[in-house]
């Protein structure tokens, strides 16, 4: 008898625990069972739910997630700009992770009112990185593969700061665009990785998140070293200041860029991004000792 009355107690359960986890706009994300069919709306959440070990529960994600390799097969639902709504709900997602500040917060307003669940993606600091995958990873049922993502760019980081700690102070320029000619303030990650290097943003104060500058305010602060957004596709950002022989960074030849896959985007590749900046100050340094 005490047998049947245990079993019909164990019956009685729910075969998950809900699911509770605060997001990036800090919003309370509540799921009745781990998702299984997620939609990423940004490529850095892409990276993001991959490294938390949720690739494959995958069902789209937005244009330029090109990483992981895996990604690129992802049937493709727009981009931040603009989302086929009709695609996102005949793939019948039930969590889709979103850019805080980058997707279109009407056609998410029409997503919210289906009633699917929205987790607000934004790390705004290297250090948000880890809490961004477990947290997904207790969405996702995923918990295990997020833990160890999380502890191995928790690694990274701090041997960046113990490297890095106390390093001589270096101006930087980051240009993420040529034309027209834009860069990041310090709210930024890509400015936390800036500072983690030992670097001063010489527009890191400007208001806007991604202000235009021109040439003309670039030789004023005078930086000691120009890093640009580059890919294999734009391999000459940097020649314009090569005409500027005043230029601290053109007079020294500091001139340098970096994966703009890497340092712009809030995924778990930036750490990877943040070494590589970081040897680039390290050269500006020497390039300053007479």
Known sequence: ????????????????AAISVTDDAGHTVTLARPAQRVIS??????????????????VGAVSYSDYPPAALKLPRIGDNRQLDLERIIALKPDLLVVWLHGN??????QLKKLGIPLFYSEPKKLADLPGSITRLGSLLGSEAAAKSAAQTYQQKLEMLTRRYSGKKPVRVFYQVWQKPLYTLND????S???????????????????PTVNAEAVLAANPDVIIA??????????????????????????LYTVDSSLLSRSGPRIIDGAAQLCARLDQARKAQTP
């Open 192 to 210: 936390d990785a800036i500072r983690l290097c030992g670097g001063v943003n010489v527009f890191g104060q400007l208001p806007i998140t991604a």
């Open 104 to 109: 279109a917060e009407r056609q998410l307003a």
């Open 41 to 58: 709306l940004a490529p850095h959440a892409t990276e993001l739910i991959y490294a938390a070990g949720g690739g494959a529960r995958m």
């Open 187 to 190: 709210s930024h990650i890509a």
């Open 1 to 16: 008898m005490k047998i049947l009355l245990l079993l019909a107690g164990l019956l009685a359960l729910p075969a998950h």
């Open 229 to 254: 957004g580059s890919d294999d596709r734009r391999s000459t950002e940097l020649d314009m200041w090569k005409r500027y022989p005043t230029l601290n960074a053109a007079r020294r030849q500091q």
